[in-house]
């Protein structure tokens, strides 16, 4: 079966850190570009971060650059969301997401680009 599944969310204090994991099955994880999303209540999903399959191109929306890390095993399936200094704001739903492009080189944020979806994962940041 063709999916990915997201990990390692959890209920945190501001200023620490969680890893997301996204593990893949049943498609040549290597050759897709992953996307991480996120959707918070009451608000649109929105992109948070990009990596594409030769792992030449990574993209973060701006209010989490400098605190989010993304990265990718393709020897383990999985990509993952490294996030410290965690905010209130952080508080989401995070979903990944995978699709195979013809140039190595790309990845987008936009999940409408993004052929296989997970059911995400729950991050919340509370004192």
């Known amino acids: 079966q063709i999916k990915v599944v997201e990990s390692g969310g959890a209920l945190v204090q501001p200023g620490e850190s969680l890893r997301l994991s996204c593990t893949a099955s049943?498609?040549?994880?290597?050759?897709?570009?992953i996307g991480w999303f996120r959707q918070a209540p009451g608000r649109e999903r929105e992109g948070v971060s990009c990596?594409?399959?030769?792992?030449?191109?990574?993209y973060y929306t701006g209010s989490v650059k400098g605190r989010f890390t993304i990265s990718r095993d393709n020897a383990k399936d999985t990509a993952y969301l490294q996030m410290m200094n965690l905010k209130p704001e952080d508080t989401a739903v995070y979903y990944c997401?995978?699709?195979?492009?013809?140039?190595?080189?790309?990845?987008?944020?936009?999940?409408?680009?993004?052929?296989?979806r997970g059911q995400g994962t729950q991050v919340t940041v509370s004192s």
């Open positions: 049943g498609f040549m994880f290597g050759y897709y570009a």
């Open positions: 990596i594409s399959s030769d792992d030449g191109s990574r």
């Open positions: 997401a995978a699709v195979q492009r013809a140039f190595s080189n790309w990845c987008g944020m936009d999940i409408e680009d993004y052929t296989i």
